[in-house]
């Protein structure tokens, strides 16, 4: 192992390369700070069809392995959490356990799944013991606490999954720089709130490299202050779920 000596212990001398090493340092420092500025946190994916393509049907629902790569590309770009919205039954979407244990297993990722469904059957919280409790947490738009008790007696954090209760977005929204959102068909939107909306549509997931989408500031990464929440809601909304945990644990 190389010995981590300071420089004036090992040459009594000045240091010749005083100059290039304090240039490399303030180089890295940049890098560092670049890094930082430039990283997603947060992935917010729909796997049920709440939009419709460009000729008003529905579009076809991305296969498991497609979202094993969305999760592969975000995890790229630093994305440390992610959050699944369900609209319907789990036994619908058998491919949420598995990004789920995809994104825990591969990457670390913490999960979130965001149940929005009306009604939630009895062995919807069996569907997920196969996770990793740690790092998983349930939200959900119901207040049944029935169903609150039965994810809570297999060992799961449990949150109400409301965002922010205002009808309208107030102040100008910034939540979405640090966060990518995914329909049920590839598409990218700004955030869910807007799922769907065809001026927040960033593309398709398979058009270009995410971070390319991330960063181009032609592309809107925020919300206005004032537009209606009459068509989704805040709920589920990776930040804004995350803080609502680690609130919990304080």
């Known amino acids: 192992m190389t010995s981590k000596k300071r420089w004036s212990d090992v040459y009594k001398s000045e240091n010749p390369f005083q100059l290039p090493q304090a240039l490399l340092h303030a180089l890295r420092q940049k890098s560092k700070e670049f ?15 709440d939009s419709l393509d460009d000729n008003g049907t529905p579009s076809k629902r991305l296969s498991t392995e497609e979202w094993l790569n969305v999760i592969d590309e975000a995890a790229s770009l630093g994305v440390q959490y992610v959050v ?18 995809w994104a825990q297993s ?25 996770l990793d409790k740690s790092k998983t947490a349930v939200f ?13 007696e297999h060992g799961f954090d449990v949150y109400p999954a409301l965002g922010q209760d205002q009808e309208h977005v107030s102040p100008e929204c910034h939540l979405p720089e640090e966060m990518t959102c995914v329909g049920a068909a590839g598409t990218l939107y700004t955030c869910g709130l807007v799922l769907g909306e065809t001026e927040y549509r960033l ?4 058009e270009r490299p995410l971070d390319s ?38």
């Open 35 to 49: 890094k930082t500025k430039s990283e997603v946190k947060y992935l917010w994916i729909y796997v049920s069809h």
């Open 84 to 101: 699944i919205s369900v609209g319907t039954s789990l036994n619908e979407h058998p491919e949420v356990k598995e990004i789920c244990q």
């Open 106 to 130: 591969m990457y670390g990722m913490h999960v979130g799944v965001h149940l929005y469904c009306e009604k939630l059957t009895p062995d919807e919280s069996v569907l997920l013991l196969d």
């Open 213 to 250: 989408v991330m960063h181009d500031p032609s592309l809107p990464h925020s919300i206005p202050e004032g537009l209606p929440k009459s068509k989704h809601r805040c709920n589920g909304c990776p930040p804004l779920m995350v803080q609502k945990m680690q609130e919990r644990t304080k």
């Open 203 to 206: 593309g398709h997931f398979f």
């Open 140 to 152: 959900l738009d119901c207040c049944d606490p029935a169903v609150e008790a039965r994810f809570k």
